[in-house]
């Protein structure tokens, strides 16, 4: 991550800002790249002040949509054949244990797996063309993907671009207490959504075959 900062931080906003956006927009269509790591790394560059943090955030959430709009639509048309080609391109990332189980959290979750997967990596790659594969209808997958979307994107650049603020103003002072104690408080804000994504992440279904996708429990 330290290599990618480095790198982002040559290049000027306007750059950051287009990368961000595609790098993120391209993993959500369903191909494994380090968006998250992307998406970080230009969130601590807005706390030192190279990029605006605003823009960092509307870039990560207009590619998170955008992709996985693209993805959904992508997967609609190849079903689970383009699915499996995914996952023999992507055996580490897309093979059939992982899919089982993002396909288990579709069915268990409904859109719910879309909001909540947009903070796990698996399903953050999966989420729009498995929803499209399985059917998911549109409306419903759309206000989800918006939701997690814009949550996750300002929540993780606001996140760190105010521990980074704020710890870059307590080292000027000194203040290691209040480094720790915003760090610490930084981690607890985010702690129950990564929480809850990691149990859709992991949940094995309890009984047969699930209801369809489109009658799961979506809010």
Not at 144 to 172: D, M, Q, S
Not at 195 to 205: M, T, V
């Amino acid at each position: 991550m330290v290599d990618v900062q480095h790198w982002l931080s040559a290049l000027p906003p306007v750059a950051v800002y287009l990368i961000v956006a595609g790098v993120i927009g391209v993993e959500s269509m369903g191909v494994p790249l380090p968006g998250e790591i992307v998406l970080v790394s230009s969130a601590l560059l807005a706390a030192a002040g190279v990029v605006e943090p605003e823009w960092v955030a509307c870039a990560a959430a207009f590619g998170a949509i955008l992709g996985d709009s693209i993805g959904y639509a992508v997967g609609r048309r190849g079903g689970r054949p383009l699915l499996a080609r995914l996952g023999r391109r992507f055996p580490r990332h897309l093979g059939p244990a992982q899919l089982a189980r993002a396909e288990q959290s579709f069915a268990r979750h409904g859109v719910w797996a879309v909001f909540f997967g947009r903070f796990v990596a698996l399903l953050r790659i999966l989420a729009g063309p498995l929803a499209g594969a399985l059917h998911v209808p549109y409306r419903r997958f759309l206000v989800a993907n918006a939701a997690g979307g814009l949550v996750w994107a300002f929540g993780t650049t606001y996140l760190l671009y105010t521990v980074g603020r704020a710890a870059e103003h307590w080292l000027k002072d000194i203040s290691w207490a209040g480094l720790v104690l915003a760090v610490l408080a930084g981690l607890g804000s985010t702690w129950w959504l990564r929480r809850r994504a990691r149990l859709l992440e992991q949940e094995q279904p309890t009984s047969a075959p699930a209801e369809p996708v489109g009658a799961g429990r979506d809010g």
